[in-house]
């Protein structure tokens, strides 16, 4: 369970990223309560994870998941440049993070 608790937060720290880009086009009461929602569940998990899983693998993956996709969501919804190198370091990122998941 401590694996999907990281990976929701992972995916919360990405939902996060994305309202920050959200607040500072539409400056509103909506996207700062989705801003906080989204890194508040985001450590919330985080924390969970972190009972049973090492910190240093926790903090490495969670900020892995959380880099990578926030990367990925903008290359999909902004426009962000999609050159091959760019795209391979982020598997690069993710492919630590699924490292550290196999030797934990």
């Given at each position: 369970m401590d694996w999907?608790?990281?990976?929701?937060?992972?995916?919360?720290?990405?939902f996060g990223v994305l309202m920050i880009n959200k607040l500072n086009k539409d400056r509103n009461v909506?996207?700062?309560l989705l801003l906080f929602a989204g890194f508040g569940l985001s450590f919330v998990f985080l924390s969970l994870a972190m009972k049973t899983l090492p910190m240093g693998t926790?903090?490495?993956?969670w900020t892995g998941i959380g880099a990578s996709g926030g990367a990925i969501l903008g290359m999909i919804f902004y426009?962000?440049?999609?050159?091959?190198?760019?795209?391979?370091?982020?598997?690069?990122?993710?492919?630590?993070?699924?490292g550290?998941?196999?030797?934990?």
């Open positions: 999907v608790y990281l990976i929701l937060a992972g995916i919360f720290e990405m909506t996207s700062f926790a903090y490495a993956v426009g962000e440049p999609r050159n091959m190198l760019r795209i391979l370091f982020i598997a690069m990122v993710l492919g630590s993070a699924v550290l998941k196999l030797v934990s």
